[in-house]
Structure formats: C-alpha cells, structure tokens
C-alpha cells in the first residue's frame, strides 16, 4: 500500500494498534502491510503479546504495534494481556483505536476509553470505525455517534479492513501524525517475530479456527524443534499445551483426526509465510492451570 507525502519530509514513528477483542485488528495490520504477519481468527483474544508490523514507504516508515484486546481479564493470562497492550502505548507516536462499526460500544470499549485516559492522556489518538461493510449506513451513523462519545474530540475514520475501504484515507491519516524522520528499520523487515514464533502463533490461530468454544484460549503453543533441510524445506516440531486431561481427546480428535486438521492447516500458513515446504509435527501435552501459573507464563514468553 502506498502513500504520497513529499519527498523532503521522511516521516516515521511507532502506531499503536488498540481495541477490545475481536474488532480486527490483526486483520487491519496485514491489510496495511499487505502481507499476514498477524495470526487472525472469529475469535476473541488471538493476540496474545505485541507484533510489530514495519510498512516502508518511499517516504515514511510506520510501525505498526499489534497488541492483545484490552479486555475484562479473568486470569493472569488475561491480567498479562492487558499489561501488555497498555505498554504498547509507551514508545507509540500515535494510538490507532480500532471498533467495530457494526455494534454499539461494549463494556471493554468503555474499559479501553478510560485506560487510555489514565495511561497515555496526552498520547496523538485516532479511532478507525472497522466493519463498515457489515452494517446499513442508519446504524453506522448511530453507532459512530456512540463511540464519538466514549472518545470525545478524537476524529474518527471509516473503514473496511477485510475489503481495503478508507484504507488509503487511512495511512495518510497516520503518516500526517508522525514526526518527521529518518526509517527505524531496513526497508524489506517486516516484522520484529522471528518465523519461528510466528509459527507457533499460526498453529495456535489453526486451533482456534478448528475446536470448540471451550478449547481453544486454554491452548498455548511451543516450538521445539526448527530445522532447515535444503531443497526439502523446513522441519518442525510443535507442542501443544492443554490445561485439562479432557481436553486431550479432543484436540487429537477420533484416530488423531483433529490433530491432523490443525496440523495440515497450519502447515499450509506457514508454507505462504514462509515460500518454501514445511513438515509440521505436533503433539499434545498437559500443564494444569497454565494461564494461572507464573512460571508457565515466564517460560511460555509473558513478562512479569
């Protein structure tokens, strides 16, 4: 995606993507960048810990922070979650806040409003109304007319993430914000994850695209092994981590059926991501409690 600014004015800076879960955030990420970096799925709470997401442009550099939906935490998980999407707000230049267009403000928009009001006061803010293209344009007026109160006197822009509306309106929007500068990162980085934990996350997005409502959040995913094998490709081993001794069978799934539908999807995202043959193995494995236990959080990447 491009965007003109003039060529005496480099401009570059950090945008930190924010919103309750399951507005699209992550889906707007990779349509910025036009590429997916960002796991994406139906489901709430995808992201878990923040992505950077780098678009250089001839004349601007913006750095996208991707970072899990502030949300009413009900675990410690949840609890580092929303730690760490309000330290995403630290180093930006600018918080994109990101809400759905097809529904009136929910109870973690709210929630949202007042961290930012607490945490980042003075922070540059615009609000990207996603989801246009769900909802007749009555309801839009009204719900925009909402979200215009939890954010008072924060412009507001239109957008469909999924089908690229008031996306180009939306990147000169942003670079107009940044300061004036010279690029952060080389021109062809994309993103600060190595392959390897973007495809623990892309396991993990197969398994919430493929489990039952019960499952899925109660998953964490760790690389074992990655290996290059020359023109064969890449070899993989992943684990997956349950919190209930019932909820083993149902990730294998009847004969390993389930397990085998996770695996081929994922092995099919990482094969785009990265061009080149992947042989995906996965295996499941119990940690009790994994999303109350400190120390798993520690091993599993979440900081204190």
């Not at 992550?26 to 709430?44: D, E, I, M």
């Not at 993989?236 to 397990?259: D, H, P, Y």
Request: neutral net charge; charged residues 25%; hydrophobic residues 40%.
């Amino acid at each position: 995606m491009q965007a003109n600014t003039p060529e005496s004015e480099h401009r570059a800076g950090y945008v930190s993507i924010a919103g309750r879960p399951n507005v699209g955030k992550s889906t707007l990420l990779n349509a910025l960048l036009g590429q997916k970096v960002a796991a994406v799925t139906y489901r709430p709470q995808t992201t878990r810990k923040q992505q950077l997401g780098i678009l250089s442009l001839d004349h601007a550099q913006l750095i996208f922070i991707d970072t899990p939906g502030i949300h009413l935490s009900r675990h410690k998980l949840g609890e580092k979650m929303n730690v760490e999407a309000e330290r995403a707000f630290e180093d930006a230049n600018l918080v994109l806040i990101v809400v759905d267009a097809s529904l009136p403000p929910q109870e973690e928009d709210v929630l949202l409003a007042e961290t930012l009001a607490r945490v980042a006061p003075g922070l540059q803010k615009l609000v990207a109304l996603n989801k246009i293209d769900r909802v007749e344009e009555e309801t839009l007026a009204e719900n925009r007319a909402a979200y215009q109160e939890i954010f008072p006197g924060i412009d507001i822009c239109d957008l469909s993430a999924r089908t690229g509306q008031g996306l180009p309106q939306l990147l000169l929007r942003l670079i107009e914000a940044l300061p004036v500068g010279p690029p952060y990162f080389p021109p062809d980085q994309l993103t600060d994850l190595y392959e390897r934990e973007i495809t623990a996350d892309l396991i993990r997005e197969a398994a919430l695209l493929h489990l039952r409502d019960e499952i899925p959040h109660s998953i964490a995913v760790r690389i074992d092994e990655f290996k290059e094998r020359g023109d064969s490709g890449a070899f993989i081993a992943a684990t997956l981590f349950v919190e209930r001794e019932s909820q083993i069978g149902i990730v294998v799934g009847s004969k390993g059926r389930m397990l085998k539908r996770i695996g081929t999807h994922a092995r099919r995202e990482v094969e785009a991501m990265s061009g080149r043959k992947v042989h995906l193995e996965l295996r499941v494995k119990l940690r009790k409690n994994w999303r109350n236990d400190e120390g798993v959080l520690q091993q599993f990447g979440f900081r204190r």
